[in-house]
């Protein structure tokens, strides 16, 4: 079972270098630097913590192909292979709509958005591997059932679920997954020693972002339609995920969509998942936010080797 | 006495473009410039990161980054992350895009002056931590801002050409990247330090950079490159800068269209000795230095050598980083 990291890119490029190092002796497998909304440049970012780290693989991600084109994505990725080795990997989705609208780019016709995403992976790959990059693999990011099951098309999924039944959900609609192709958890996470989950706004906040991107299927699915709805109206009111956004939902919906335990807890959790079938779970925002939760994460690492 | 750097393009190996980033320090190189073909080899700004990691205390620039060809959001945020990458060391260089490239890309701009003011104005607001809305011909931008906790400066050099575009840089760079027959410089640099100083600017505010295609012709330089680097750039030439020029227009003429034909390799038996001499700078190290001090008398501030590169161009390199260093008495 690999274990991933979102590295926070609101911080500066020295704290998030700092942060990546620790995670990197400390045996983090991944570290994960998304782009867009993120202020920093994931594709530069990902320079800078290669230059520095020495045995974790480098995720450029998430990165939208709406925003950057297919040849544009094959370039950055080749040429930080070239300075930097075969130490990269790629996660695709489409982005965040709202943020991407605000920069001129749009979705276009949501009907074969999916589509379109699945032709851009397999261009993608294609591209990379006729130069001879075939050391990358190009994860499909997914939450919802039609990107899901699209993923097989890439050589792995980034699961956008906490819940383990809401991962069992997702693993069915998988179906017979390829010899190779990876599958991975990216739950918000907030491990600690003593994790005041009532109080971790951060955590909350990324528990509210991720169910407010749930369709109508899955929330349908998992019975959440009718919880969800203040908080839709309120997010549709404010068009971002506020406190009053994440106040709309209860708690113990909040729950299922993100991961706030101690070490030992998180090891359980992980071989829940490594049962399930799953390749990775990449610890989400706020782990990556300090680095005292940096060190955390590490720890439960360690905990996990030696109790493996 | 006047910088000198060295100029690398995005079409270059990265075993080439590291290995300059690399020994700059010891060449005495004062900076690098990372010139985009666009689509072509490395990703610029990964690139550019990778040179200022390389490199130990030189100034890195992009020379130039056509700001049409990217989303604005883009070149602001990778903008910021280079200067923390390089700790204050990077340069954002930007402009509009050759006329080449750009018709490649089926990119077209109506008011290109335009176009490039009110992108640098946008970058200067989002480094500067406000919140922009926009909408024009190149920008699309609706309340976005890159939520920075305090502002962060980046020079902003423009790579122009035509009188318009000249002024422009005069008003609002921190510096102008040239390139061009040395009559053409001379003029520009006239151009930008009158516009800077009706705007109320020191003439030193604008730096002036001049990057020209550089032939050393005493390491082994493969005489068909450099022709099909100049065909390139006579290719690129507005034709205001060839009225300027003592030669044959005909001539030039004919090149230009052979290249929008059939591309700059085909144009390689029409480049002779004169034109390689007005469009670059080539010959033995001494020479080309002495042309380097040339520009510098004419007032640029920084000259950039290279590419093209060939043959023995490290050894190239250091020979004439070494010839500059011996006339400023190191």
Redesign the interface.
């Known amino acids: 079972m690999h274990w991933g990291l979102a590295v926070n890119v609101?911080d500066?490029?020295?704290r998030i270098v700092e942060k990546c190092v620790i995670a990197d002796q400390g045996g983090i497998d991944w570290l994960w630097v998304t782009d867009?909304p993120?202020?920093?440049?994931a594709?530069?970012?990902?320079?800078?913590v290669a230059?520095n780290v020495k045995r974790s693989r480098i995720g450029v991600g998430l990165v939208s192909p709406l925003?950057?084109g297919p040849?544009?994505i094959v370039?950055?990725m080749?040429?930080?292979i070239?300075?930097?080795g075969e130490r990269f990997d790629l996660l695709i989705g489409p982005g965040d709509r709202t943020q991407l609208?605000?920069?001129?780019?749009k979705y276009g016709n949501i009907s074969t958005l999916v589509t379109r995403l699945v032709s851009d992976v397999t261009k993608i790959r294609d591209e990379l591997d006729e130069r001879g990059y075939d050391g990358v693999r190009v994860w499909l990011g997914a939450q919802g059932p039609k990107m899901i099951a699209a993923s097989i098309k890439a050589d792995g999924v980034l699961l956008n679920y906490t819940d383990p039944e809401m991962l069992r959900w997702a693993l069915t609609v998988l179906g017979d997954i390829p010899k190779g192709f990876q599958i991975g958890a990216f739950p918000p996470a907030f491990i600690a020693v003593n994790p005041d989950c009532g109080k971790e706004s951060g955590l909350r906040k990324s528990a509210a972002t991720v169910a407010m991107g749930l369709g109508r299927s899955v929330s349908l699915e998992f019975g959440l339609m009718d919880t969800l709805s203040a908080a839709r109206s309120s997010l549709r009111q404010k068009k971002s995920v506020d406190r009053d956004v994440v106040d709309a939902i209860d708690e113990a919906t909040l729950k299922r969509f993100a991961l706030c335990t101690t070490p030992e807890g998180a090891c359980d959790y992980v071989k829940t998942l490594e049962r399930m079938g799953l390749d990775m779970v990449t610890f989400g925002p706020p782990q990556g936010t300090s680095r005292k939760l940096v060190k955390n994460l590490v720890k439960t690492r360690e905990h996990w080797n030696n109790t493996a | 006495m006047y910088r000198a750097s060295v100029g690398l393009t995005t079409n270059m190996k990265a075993s080439a473009t590291g290995w300059v980033a690399r020994n700059a320090g010891e060449l005495g190189v004062d900076g690098i410039w990372i010139g985009e073909d666009i689509g072509l080899g490395q990703e610029p700004f990964v690139l550019a990161a990778a040179t200022l990691l390389q490199s130990k205390g030189i100034r890195v620039g992009t020379g130039i980054i056509p700001i049409a060809v990217h989303n604005i959001a883009t070149l602001a945020r990778a903008a910021v992350t280079l200067q923390e990458i390089g700790e204050g060391r990077f340069i954002f260089g930007a402009g509009i895009g050759g006329i080449q490239d750009l018709q490649r890309m089926n990119v077209k701009i109506r008011r290109p002056v335009t176009a490039l003011r009110e992108g640098v104005d946008v970058l200067r607001r989002l480094w500067q931590a406000e919140s922009v809305t926009r909408n024009t011909e190149v920008l699309q931008l609706q309340d976005y801002s890159l939520r920075l906790k305090k502002p962060i400066e980046i020079p902003v050099f423009l790579g122009v050409r035509g009188p318009q575009m000249l002024k422009l840089a005069g008003r609002i760079a921190n510096g102008v990247i040239l390139s061009g027959p040395f009559d053409y410089l001379r003029y520009a640099i006239e151009v930008i330090d009158n516009a800077s100083s009706g705007a109320g600017r020191k003439r030193d505010d604008v730096e002036k950079v001049v990057w020209l295609p550089t032939i050393p012709t005493f390491k082994g330089m493969k005489e068909k490159l450099a022709k099909k680097v100049v065909a390139i750039v006579v290719a690129d030439m507005p034709p205001p800068i060839l009225d300027m020029l003592q030669l044959n227009r005909e001539k030039l003429e004919r090149i230009q269209a052979e290249v929008a034909a059939n591309g700059p390799k085909a144009a390689i038996p029409l480049i002779d000795q004169e034109i390689i001499d007005m469009f670059a700078i080539s010959g033995n190290k001494e020479h080309m230095v002495d042309l380097f001090d040339q520009l510098g008398g004419m007032g640029a501030t920084e000259v950039v050598l290279g590419p093209p590169f060939s043959g023995e161009w490290r050894e190239a390199m250091s020979e004439i980083f070494e010839e500059i260093a011996l006339r400023r008495g190191a």
């Open positions: 609101y500066t490029v020295q867009f993120a202020v920093r440049h594709p530069s970012l990902a320079a800078v230059e925003l950057y040849e544009q370039q950055f080749s040429t930080l070239d300075n930097y609208s605000r920069i001129g780019v």
